[in-house]
């Protein structure tokens, strides 16, 4: 059997190939690209942290990692056709990416109940509810991903004001939005219209986070306070804002 680190390299390898494959020629495009191909390597090391606070053995930190760097393949055929990151508005890019995957061939050197996690865990990496009819193998690397992608989603937000392929850059917030957030309802872009709305959004994640390794790097970062420092001054932002960073404490405080 191969080692773990080859396979790892021979993915990689595949990814960047497929990435440059799509040749996508104009400035946006390549914008675009270059956010997810340096995220996508950026949550294969987030996952792998993740993975490491919980005492995952080498073999499924492994298995961790080639899902953080798959989970977004969909992401360049998606923008390549469609020119957006807005699934409603083209395609659902965890289904997308499953597609890519099993298109290419590329987990022959996976067992197959490992090929399994990892189909699954990248056609739910994105999806607003985590299925119920799953192993519990499926639904924690699904858990494990959504967390790593979040934490570098939060890396990407927070350093800059606009993310390209995404919503237009304004500061509107819809009253409903807010009242569904403090209500403590989950939010779907669907419904979005604007990166402010999309910053809340992205602040009400700290309650769907699954494992504590994950919230406290959050913590550590300051991403909610730079979020939030990136939103408009309303009473009604401020409240859900300490909302979330009260909650987040509460996640983190008891691993000393
Ligand atoms: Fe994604």
């Known amino acids: 059997m191969k080692q773990n680190d080859d396979i790892y390299?021979?993915?990689?390898?595949?990814?960047?190939?497929?990435?440059?494959?799509?040749n996508c020629?104009?400035?946006?495009c390549r914008q675009a690209f270059d956010l997810k191909r340096i995220h996508s390597l950026k949550v294969a090391e987030e996952i792998t942290a993740i993975g490491r606070g919980l005492n995952l053995a080498p073999?499924?930190?492994?298995?961790?990692?080639?899902i953080g760097l798959l989970h977004d393949v969909g992401r360049f055929e998606q923008f390549k056709t469609y020119g957006t990151f807005n699934d409603f508005a083209s395609i659902d890019h965890g289904d997308l990416g499953e597609r890519t995957i099993a298109a290419n061939g590329l987990l022959e050197d996976?067992?197959?109940?490992?090929?399994?996690?990892?189909?699954k865990a990248i056609r739910y990496h994105n999806k607003m509810m985590l299925p119920t009819d799953e192993s519990e193998a499926v639904?924690?690397?699904?858990?494990?991903?959504?967390?790593?992608?979040k934490l570098d989603i939060y890396r990407v937000v927070s350093g800059r004001a606009d993310?390209?392929?995404?919503?237009?850059?304004?500061?509107?917030?819809?009253?409903?939005l807010l009242d569904d957030l403090l209500a403590g309802k989950k939010v779907s872009y669907e419904h979005l219209n604007s990166s402010a709305e999309m910053r809340l959004m992205q602040i009400s994640w700290v309650f769907d986070i699954n494992f504590e390794p994950t919230s406290r790097l959050v913590q550590e970062r300051n991403y909610l306070e730079t979020l939030a420092r990136m939103l408009p001054a309303s009473d009604r932002i401020a409240a859900f804002v300490h909302k979330a960073c009260t909650?987040?404490?509460?996640q983190t405080s008891s691993a000393g």
């Open 9 to 22: 390299g021979k993915l990689e390898q595949w990814f960047l190939a497929h990435i440059a494959s799509l």
């Open 25 to 28: 020629s104009n400035g946006g």
């Open 59 to 66: 073999n499924d930190l492994f298995l961790a990692k080639s």
């Open 110 to 119: 996976f067992s197959p109940a490992r090929r399994d996690i990892i189909r």
């Open 139 to 149: 639904l924690f690397y699904t858990r494990l991903i959504r967390d790593a992608d």
């Open 163 to 176: 993310v390209p392929g995404t919503l237009p850059n304004q500061d509107t917030i819809a009253d409903s």
């Open 247 to 250: 909650h987040l404490r509460s």
